[in-house]
């Protein structure tokens, strides 16, 4: 029996992402979410006869824009195809798209890794295509309840090389490109809201030999279970194959709750969607002077930004990578430096990503609706670092800001806690806890010099913390030493 560490798996990503825009791909009709059913839906979108789509220009340009912070080719000419096929919630029964010329070629992202490497990872593609109504069944047991507000909703779908190998490369390609997506506004990357969506497309091969058969797991809508979903299917291929089965090209499920795939349908023969122009929509033609403008406007991307905190601020590069994997995080750090240039940035991502960012995942909470904001955190920083409290205080006193969103000055004073440095003060307190523990004094003159441990720690137990560590060491040290 071949052990798994002699396979490899082969992963390639198809990530639909939901264009921002105010109005549909070839209608006027509102993107708006969560409206009511049916709401948003123009004679276009419901296919009723006579009705032509129109390019929406704006769709556009968000395409042009992605495909630069891509590092892709813009195709200058590209062509919309319909894709026909039968589903309850396509009232055209065709889906405009784009397959022998796609608006957006050959491109490349980079991942880092948590082992310090990173990694190039090719963008077959990105074309444009309209979004599907949605079908619901959960209503009622015997029927179905069609949607269309999303129906005709602008998408770009992106398309990676299958240079992928890992679930780690899998989530952080995703968070990576979710990220370029934010910063330059063309995708809010909701996957909790389907803006974007990832079909995950799975192979399992001896090292060295040719593809094996894929599986395709459709509609994976979190980062969390993207590395599941692979995880999952590396084990089932190879247990299959290694226990003399074959693999079946089909199209899977993921379910979450199960934490499995499951088979939706036989892929055995390439679906013949009978692709062919739409004879309403002209090519797409773009101007070189087009490309240069939204090109000259696009906002600094990921990979610039986190060169420019490494030069800058020294930041090692796995923090950095931390910080611009969401634009929010870059400006809650930048509010805090430039509010004082003399805060110690290794200091202030040490907070963000260690302290913030603990509570903050733990309470659901975005970095945006921080209850404590970036001015209060740096408030904080430096009462550690002018020794107005200690580390260990500031830790409490930040679970409490957290809490009541109150200053880190307001619960300091009103809890007593500022730092003691009074080396008169802090001496007097020692001399008292040595008179009290003659009998440990001996002990440790000795030779038991692990009481030193003792004596500091009932020292910050008579002080509640609030004494200042290097000062009790060093007097601690002194007084024993006598």
């Not at 590092?71 to 894709?83: E, G, P």
């Not at 309840?145 to 602008?154: F, Q, T």
């Not at 430039?338 to 975005?366: A, H, Y």
Request: aromatic share 6%; proline share 4%; net charge negative.
């Amino acid at each position: 029996m071949n052990e798994k560490k002699d396979w490899e798996i082969i992963i390639g990503l198809e990530v639909h992402a939901q264009i921002i825009s105010n109005s549909k791909l070839f209608s006027g009709a509102s993107t708006n979410f969560g409206s009511e059913p049916n709401s948003q839906v123009s004679l276009v979108d419901a296919a009723m006869p006579g009705m032509l789509p129109v390019i929406n220009e704006e769709c556009v340009e968000q395409a042009i824009k992605t495909g630069l912070g891509l590092n892709a080719q813009i195709n200058k000419k590209s062509v919309f195809d319909r894709k026909n096929y039968f589903y309850p919630d396509l009232p055209q029964g065709y889906q405009i798209s784009q397959f022998t010329k796609p608006i957006v070629g050959k491109g490349m992202i980079e991942i880092d890794l948590k082992d310090g490497n990173s990694k190039k990872i090719g963008i077959t593609r990105l074309h444009l295509e309209q979004d599907a109504g949605k079908s619901v069944h959960d209503l009622e047991p015997n029927k179905s309840y069609i949607d269309l507000n999303r129906s005709g909703v602008a998408l770009m779908e992106i398309v990676s090389e299958p240079d992928i190998r890992s679930a780690e490369e899998a989530q952080e390609y995703v968070k990576k490109l979710r990220s370029i997506l934010r910063y330059i506004g063309t995708c809010d990357g909701n996957m909790e809201e389907g803006s974007l969506r990832c079909d995950v497309n799975i192979s399992v091969r001896k090292k060295g030999d040719e593809l094996g058969t894929r599986a395709e797991i459709k509609n994976v809508n979190s980062i969390k279970s993207i590395g599941q979903a692979v995880d999952y299917e590396f084990n089932r291929q190879t247990e299959i194959i290694n226990s003399g089965g074959k693999i079946d090209q089909e199209t899977r499920l993921f379910d979450e709750k199960k934490g499995e795939t499951r088979s939706m349908r036989s892929k055995e023969e390439a679906h013949d969607y009978r692709y062919f122009p739409d004879p309403d929509l002209p090519p797409l033609e773009i101007s070189d002077e087009w490309i240069n403008k939204i090109k000259k406007n696009l906002p600094e991307l990921p990979d610039v930004k986190k060169e420019k905190l490494i030069k800058e601020h020294k930041i090692p590069s796995y923090d950095a990578s931390i910080l611009v994997s969401d634009k929010n995080n870059v400006e809650f750090f930048d509010k805090i430096i430039n509010e004082d240039k003399k805060r110690n940035p290794k200091n202030v991502v040490n907070w963000i990503i260690g302290d913030l960012f603990s509570l903050l995942n733990k309470n659901n909470i975005e970095i945006k609706n921080s209850p404590v904001k970036p001015e209060n955190l740096g408030e904080l920083i430096d009462f550690i670092e002018d020794s107005t409290i200690s580390g260990k205080i500031a830790k409490s006193v930040f679970e409490e800001m957290f809490k009541t969103k109150k200053r880190a000055k307001e619960i300091i004073e009103t809890k007593g806690l500022k730092q003691i440095t009074d080396t008169d003060e802090i001496e007097s307190i020692i001399k008292k806890i040595l008179d009290n523990n003659k009998d440990k004094v001996e002990e440790y003159k000795s030779g038991k010099e692990k009481l030193f441990g003792f004596f500091v720690g009932q020292v910050m137990q008579e002080t509640k913390g609030t004494a200042n560590p290097a000062i009790v060491n060093e007097i601690l040290k002194k007084k024993l030493a006598n």
